[in-house]
């Protein structure tokens, strides 16, 4: 019985022992935005577009233009696009 006991102690404290998280296993920092690209008035990622922030556009007369970098909102699925422009659209 005493046997029984030790041996069941002794099982225990080693899956305690390997449950225990290593330093290394931390959450990476979460991505704030993706990178695109300007085609036409939207953000293109990964074929999808995208609509720009209100005041940012993706058009040349806004000083933008096809193949400027902008990038995606991981949270809002909106786009900050480089150009300035007047577009009344979404905020957030």
Known sequence: MKFLAV???IATSTVMV???PT???QLEPRV???PGSCNGTRCNLGGSHYDCYRGTSCTEQSGAGDGKRCYVSTSTTL???P???NYDGPTA
């Open 83 to 85: 150009g300035r422009g």
């Open 18 to 20: 390997m449950a225990a």
């Open 7 to 9: 041996a069941f102690a």
């Open 23 to 25: 330093t290394g296993s």
């Open 79 to 81: 786009a900050k696009c």
């Open 32 to 34: 704030d935005s993706l």
